[in-house]
């Protein structure tokens, strides 16, 4: 499902934020990406979301490669893959409700099924009850909710989240979690970039992959850590 070989990404200003990184998740897997600020966490995603391209080496996600996929074919790629960031990045002064139904607009959904379907997605991630408040009345756990719901309105493969719980509380938090292992039970392959280690150790079964200075450090799939 995700897959990088040997990826090397260099910046002009910044120098190498990614150096030989090589990794795989599969269809339905969990993943935790872990490491301090600056170690490369949200670079891995921006290349597997293709909002970048790497230096060197190949990304490859749902079927996508790196080498091969256009500028003009990344929107088929972004039809499989749902992004939740930090910072909400949700539209001021619009609902709950628009701002799900406005995702839904922009990725073709006919105004006739537009409601049902941005009322579904908000049930789905416990926010039916909200659907029409503004979104600066909303907690920000409840912000971060509708954050996923629209994330979720092209039906994705794979959801990207970079530290979704950052700006969170810990119930918060706990309730990102939970909802993204309903999402993972029913088939959806979830990276989480996350720096809160007490979430992780929450978690002891979920994958672990640990960046330091843009290298991959830990796998806690692999036999060495396993036998560690």
Request: with cysteine.
């Amino acid at each position: 499902m995700i897959q990088l070989s040997h990826v090397i990404k260099e910046y002009p200003t910044r120098g190498r934020a990614l150096n030989d990184v090589s990794f795989r998740i599969r269809k339905g897997e969990f993943a935790f990406l872990t490491g301090h600020s600056g170690s490369g966490k949200s670079t891995t995603l921006r290349l597997i979301h293709m909002a970048d391209t790497p230096s060197s080496g190949e990304v490859v996600v749902c079927g996508f490669s790196s080498e091969r996929t256009t500028q003009r074919e990344v929107w088929k790629l972004r039809r499989r893959v749902g992004h939740v960031f930090q910072d909400f990045r949700l539209l001021p002064g619009r609902t709950a409700f628009e701002n799900v139904a406005f995702a839904l607009e922009v990725t073709g959904t006919s105004r006739g099924e537009m409601g049902n379907r941005a009322n579904r997605l908000l049930a789905q991630v416990g926010l039916s009850v909200k659907a029409g408040m503004q979104v600066h009345e909303l907690s920000g756990g409840e912000q971060q909710r509708v954050s996923i719901a629209r994330a979720l309105a092209n039906d994705p493969l794979v959801l990207l989240a970079d530290e979704p719980s950052g700006n969170l509380d810990e119930r918060a938090s706990r309730g990102i979690m939970e909802l993204f292992l309903d999402l993972n039970t029913q088939g959806m392959t979830v990276l989480m970039a996350t720096h809160d280690l007490e979430l992780v150790r929450a978690y002891p079964d979920i994958r672990i992959l640990e960046l330091d200075e843009g290298r991959l450090v830990y796998d806690s799939k692999t036999p060495e850590a396993r036998e560690a």
